[in-house]
């Protein structure tokens, strides 16, 4: 199946890649994207009703979420042969078409990048602290799949250097933030109360230099060449 087909039941097609090429970047406090409507809804249906356990929720992580490593969640290999729809996102998100629009609109080149796609749950007492994701990640993408009481107040904080949150992501269910990680990209997560759970999707393409290839959708990408 062609990964812009639609899976059975499933009317529509994947309109991030049209829609991207034509929403301007915002450009405080660092260049970035706003979008809406990222994922098609089975996917969001399949990532709703994933649960990994309360092992998986997120608490107070000091501000850091290589805390609870262990714990992590991920569409990883297994995950895809388990859902058909987490596939088919995982497809659709690494297809050609949303890898040149990527490129061609965040002037970040993927050709060697790797996709990895993290499913965050997160509860009250949550927090992070201003990062930046430079380093191996070459684009990320965060996507809120929150529902319930005052979700839509969870977004990504943007941050000036000082962490100071000059902006902050929607949380409106399905919307996202995106924007490629370099030396201003300060971002994270001002502790406020979170009432229920926080769900968010990381996507990532990570370079060669990524070491934990279990966590990658596919796997390193030069081994699939």
């Known amino acids: 199946m062609r990964p812009d087909a639609p899976l059975p039941g499933q009317a529509g097609h994947f ?8 929403i301007p970047a915002a450009t405080y406090p660092f260049p970035h994207w706003m979008l809406d409507n990222v994922l098609e809804p089975a996917a969001c249906e399949a990532l709703l009703e994933w649960n990994p356990g309360d092992a ?4 107070d992580v000091g501000g850091r979420r290589e ?16 859902d058909a729809r987490l ?7 690494d297809s050609e078409p949303m890898r040149q629009t990527f490129e061609s ?6 050709d060697e990048a790797a996709l990895r796609l993290e499913l965050c749950l997160d509860t009250d007492g949550f927090w992070l602290e201003p990062h930046t994701d430079i380093g191996a990640k070459k684009l990320t993408l965060l996507i809120s ?3 319930g009481e005052d ?3 969870w977004g990504t904080d943007l941050m000036t250097p000082q962490g100071e949150s000059v902006a902050r992501a929607s949380g409106v269910f399905n919307s996202g933030v995106l924007f490629i990680p370099s030396d201003k990209t300060w971002h994270g997560f001002v502790q406020r109360p979170i009432r229920g759970t926080r769900r968010t999707l990381i996507v990532n393409f990570v370079d060669k230099n990524w070491r934990a290839v279990h966590e990658l959708a596919f796997g390193p990408r030069m081994a699939r060449s």
């Open 145 to 147: 799949l929150s529902t």
């Open 56 to 59: 998986a929720i997120a608490g």
């Open 87 to 93: 596939d088919r996102m995982a497809q659709l998100m």
């Open 15 to 22: 309109s991030l890649p049209d829609r991207l090429a034509h």
């Open 105 to 110: 609109v965040c002037k970040s080149p993927l």
């Open 67 to 82: 805390t609870r490593n262990a714990y992590r969640v991920f569409v990883d290999p297994a995950a895809r042969a388990r």
């Open 151 to 153: 979700a839509g107040q």
